[in-house]
């Protein structure tokens, strides 16, 4: 991810009028709203799904050199919190919402302080 991260770095910097434009946080968020809405309206297209979802992970990614966000310790920490929130002996078999109700019985507020405190 990191190499992606610079790629995208890279390019921008390169562009100036393009990095003083994207520089702004508020900016750069209405830029991965405008790439999600208009990947919402391509679903079913694969071809052009494919270049929506590089666009608005570009977006994404770019907020987060913004914000100095590191989005791989983020997507990380995110997958463990699902793998303590959603352990995956509840989501074995039964409906969505059946499984996500008991998910959300185990799982407490104490457990999120838990986890954030490691």
């Keep these: 991810m990191r190499e992606i991260?610079?790629?995208?770095r890279n390019f921008v910097?390169?562009?100036p009028v393009?990095?003083?434009?994207?520089?702004?946080?508020?900016?750069?968020?209405?830029?991965?709203?405008?790439?999600?809405?208009e990947l919402g309206e391509v679903v079913g297209n694969p071809d052009k799904e494919r270049k929506?979802?590089?666009?608005?992970?570009?977006m994404v990614f770019n907020y987060c050199l913004?914000?100095?966000?590191?989005?791989?310790?983020?997507?990380?920490?995110k997958?463990?919190?699902n793998h303590l929130k959603r352990p995956a002996h509840l989501w074995q078999?039964?409906?969505?919402?059946?499984?996500?109700?008991k998910a959300r019985?185990?799982?407490?507020?104490?457990?999120?302080?838990?986890?954030?405190?490691?």
């Excluded at 702004?24 to 809405?37: G, R």
């Excluded at 929506?52 to 570009?58: N, V």
């Excluded at 913004?66 to 920490?77: K, N, Q, S």
Aim: proline share 4%; glycine share 2%.
């Design 52 to 58: 929506e979802i590089a666009d608005t992970l570009w």
């Design 105 to 118: 019985r185990e799982w407490t507020p104490m457990h999120e302080d838990e986890f954030y405190s490691i």
């Design 18 to 37: 393009m990095l003083v434009h994207n520089s702004n946080p508020d900016k750069a968020y209405d830029l991965i709203v405008q790439e999600v809405k």
């Design 13 to 15: 910097q390169d562009r």
């Design 93 to 101: 078999e039964g409906e969505y919402s059946e499984c996500d109700t």
């Design 79 to 81: 997958a463990a919190r």
């Design 5 to 8: 991260l610079a790629i995208i």
């Design 66 to 77: 913004l914000r100095g966000i590191d989005p791989e310790v983020e997507i990380r920490e």
